[in-house]
């Protein structure tokens, strides 16, 4: 009779346990943010290849993270490879369009060269299509080989761009010679 007493019961923890093993743990939790392990696009699991804060002087703008198929520590092998990629912004507090604006269009200016010049159509339906961001708003930038890009802000709009040469030259913003922040792109390439 007691043996059955315990069968329930070693069913419930063998149960709980396995929920609990079986539940996705986030990768990384960055200034409150919490970011998950994998994400996918393009058919393909990505791993998180690495993530940053940027501070503008003491202030924490966005949290950044890289997902990519493969782990990738130097600049060419996060936009070299046509497979998929995604970049995740949180943002930590308003930044308003002007403000993310002027930099970008300097960003890519000093970091996407050929490509950047290749895709300079594409790079300004980009900057027309950032808005004003709050505190908590996301904007996730997906590359998927033979469709293009895609960027979805928090609200659900989505705005798609084609070829690769516009995915390297957004990837270079944060990878490239002269990203945001020295410390940002060392963190992307997992390299911090």
């Given at each position: ?32 943010v919490t970011l998950p392990e994998t994400v ?153």
């Amino acid at each position: 009779m007691i043996g059955i007493r315990k069968r329930p019961a070693l069913w419930l923890a063998t149960s709980l346990a396995s929920l609990l093993m079986a539940r996705p743990l986030p990768a990384a939790r960055i200034a409150g943010v919490t970011l998950p392990e994998t994400v996918e696009a393009g058919g393909r699991q990505l791993k998180l290849n690495g993530t940053a804060l940027l501070k503008k002087l003491v202030i924490r703008v966005y949290v950044v993270a890289l997902y990519l198929p493969v782990p990738a520590h130097e600049t060419e092998a996060v936009v070299g490879p046509d497979v998929p990629k995604v970049l995740i912004l949180q943002f930590l507090r308003a930044v308003s369009r002007e403000q993310l604006v002027t930099p970008l269009e300097q960003d890519f200016a000093r970091n996407a060269g050929e490509k950047g010049r290749r895709a300079r159509g594409q790079i300004a339906k980009m900057l027309l299509a950032i808005k004003d961001f709050k505190s908590g708003d996301r904007m996730t930038f997906t590359y998927e080989p033979g469709k293009g890009s895609t960027i979805r802000m928090s609200d659900g709009t989505t705005t798609a761009f084609e070829g690769k040469d516009f995915a390297d030259a957004f990837l270079l913003v944060y990878v490239g010679p002269h990203p945001p922040k020295e410390e940002m792109k060392r963190r992307l390439l997992g390299r911090a």
